[in-house]
């Protein structure tokens, strides 16, 4: 009766996880002139980061078949949720590659950071001296700070991106100093600015991992989320009487989640982007660097998020743990902890301790895992009545979890647990995943990837 019960609750997640293939959600709507609505989930979001593999095995869910990885073909990508920061997929992610205009990014954040959209900046001689692409910007022109970032972020403007950063600096020179400065502060270890443009420059670099960072911090501004979801603009004035362009970012008009986008080129950077997705209710980053075609990558990372995650609830905050198979419960969780988990994974889901935590003592917490990827951490504290916590404590995860997880609770075979409020969770044994309930918010904290501050 246990095994059906399994079986059922994971038929029914995976249909609730497939269906968000057609339930599509509201498309971003892209807006035209040099007005746009806010792009969907307008919330404060929290960070991007690592996730380290862990040891473990994968196996299949019954009904479900091994989850092929995305087919990119970008030397670097990255896709994670956008609310939690969890890394659903990634490779090389943490190298260092040159990022062409998808520097634009940084520039934008700062520019909407140091002045108002509504200030009129007076082109100086710096940025009809950039080559490439551009507004055609000349000397003595005068245009709002608004119109200069729809033509950098949409057009992908060079000239648009010296006059900026002449604005809120007065130098091209001492503005891509303050963006690495704020590099440092969002902790992008591999980034560095040579140009607030992006052409190649040698130095000029970030990575798959950084680029996803930025990209959060600067969606949770409501101006910058308004800007990449634009889909075309028009600026008067100037010795053109009317500029006309399209958002470089192609997802907008072929891929209805699409949030927002910024594209990149040069020789050496290959196709970049950076864009966002939203559906079902769920907002995912992706990132494709160095690829011949960034746009068909990046749909396929949102494709894979979309369809092969489900969410699920893996602890219930004061559940009960203990450090290891045949010991009395000696913890319990300090907060709930759910976590979007790969369909095949379902029944693969594991609570580890890190080697040498001493129980809890001190606000440490326990890893939830899955397959060679971590989901959530959850923190512990002594459990009430209970004696002193080992100092000491090493948990190896077992080569085998005993017998399948249910949907009812109790123990399994071989000590593991979890799953409904009040079952003991015991470190190195498969845990219960189960539904999240009606109505739960999203998780707010980043649990084990690096946040990047605002």
Known sequence: MASRSRVLFLVILVVLALGLVGAGGPAASPASSQVAAPAPGAAALGGIGQATPTSGTVASVPGQGAVEAPRVLAKAVILADEATGQVLFERNAGAARAMASTTKVMTALLALERLDERKVVTIGAGPPQVGEESLRLQKGERLTVRQLLLGLLLKSANDAGVALAEAVDGSEAAFVRRMNRKATALRLSATHYV?????????????????????????????????????????????????????????????????????????????????SASRGGRRLVAVALGSPNAFADVQALFEHGFSKFVRVRLADRGQPVSVAPGRPAELQTTTTADALVRLDQLDQVRLTLPPGSSGGAGGEAALFTSGERRLARVGLDPLPGTGPTPTSTAVPTPTSGGSAPTATGGPVAGGGSGGPPGATLTAGTVVRVGPVPPGAPAPAIDPFLRRAPP
């Open 195 to 275: 140009t607030p443009y992006g052409l190649d420059r040698s130095g000029h670099q970030t990575s798959a991992r950084d680029l996803a960072r930025l990209w959060e911090v600067a969606m949770r501004r409501a101006d910058f989320r308004s800007l990449v979801a634009t889909r075309s603009a028009r600026i008067s004035g100037g010795p053109l009487s009317l500029r006309r362009f399209v958002s470089t970012n192609q997802l907008l008009g072929s891929y209805r989640w699409t949030v927002g986008g910024k594209t990149g080129f040069t020789n050496r950077a290959g196709r970049c982007l950076v864009a």
